[in-house]
């Protein structure tokens, strides 16, 4: 029996290390290991963790152990089978600057190498948290110089899937592998919750809090807004969710707000003569969005125009009924919300903003989704974001 290489040695080490302490991470046991010169430090098609042992010989444990989330994030995330028409190495760029920043906050700025001159290695930019990788990229393609910024970034590629004979992986394939990784990762959530109720317990930092700050991958203009004002609710339920590849702008959430951690807000729709019935179409659809990208069971939604014309609970698969066609005031709503025994998580109100009739500010955080130019719209409480 040949000895395993010194590198090798190290990155097993390394992976039985995050796997012990990190069950979430379980998947990164099913890669095969392989050498390869043609790559500065490492990458990954879902089926092998490919290696150069120069490019990795100086690197610490600690660092060794952050390479394999890095990696493993790739994996978790479906990057590749989400880059569609986009350019690769941009693709891939976009894809660490998110994920390094998990990687940043789970392990701190000693698991990243540096060169020479005391320069982080790979893609670590504050600028770009709360961010989508999407929005990443798109950022990154209006700035032409970015990989000159960024000489040295590419630590952890994400290369096409292939098979275990390294032959492209498509068609239905790609299918099969997206399910494969969605039941992998499912799996070890449950190991991964169980290990962090015992850490709460122990009065120690669970992974899933530091993952909290994960940045959200979604097709809703407001998404990172409306994820900030609903995190402020004490977390209850925390699970890793995998992405649908066939809609791009979804992405793993961290965490999962369900009907099981955090509540959902209730749901305001403006639904007076000025909102036209493509306006409040659009306002449902997201409505219905958001319930399966939060998992949601259901989200109490309130129609109104001058006054409340109807309020219904929508599950996912619900025909939503709205009524209305009047006038305009916000404030029913408000007052409806301050009547209450207790306070919803927030309020998000789809509107065009064509009124100045608030009500009272609730005691809890608003979310004006506007379905124009926000610029002219300043209400008293509450944020500001387009829905459109």
Known sequence: MHPLDPILKKLLSARDDLINKYPLFGTLAKLRFIKRDDIPYAATDYKHFFYNPEGLKDWTHLQLTMLMFHEHDHIAMLHNLRREGRDPKLWN????FAINLKAFDIFGEGAFP???????????DEKYRGMSSEQIYTRLQDDMSSQHQHPDWDFGGCELPTDGNGEPIEGDGLAELE????ESVSECAGEQAIRDKGNEEAGKGTLMHTLGFEVKETELPFQATLDQLLRRQSVKDWSYRVPNRYRSHEDVVFPSLSSEGYEPPVIGVDTSGSISKEEVSEFLSQTMELLELYNFKEVEVIYCDWEICGRELLSPGDEPNPK?????SFAPVFEDIAARDKPPVAVLYYTDGCCSDFGPEPDC?????LS???GYFEPPFGEVAQCR
């Open 93 to 96: 760029m976009a894809a660490d």
């Open 114 to 124: 540096k060169d020479e001159l005391g320069n982080v290695i790979g893609c670590l």
């Open 179 to 182: 399910a494969e990784v969605k």
């Open 324 to 328: 209305g066609g009047g006038g305009t």
């Open 365 to 369: 955080p608003v979310l004006w989704a």
């Open 372 to 374: 124009q130019e926000p």
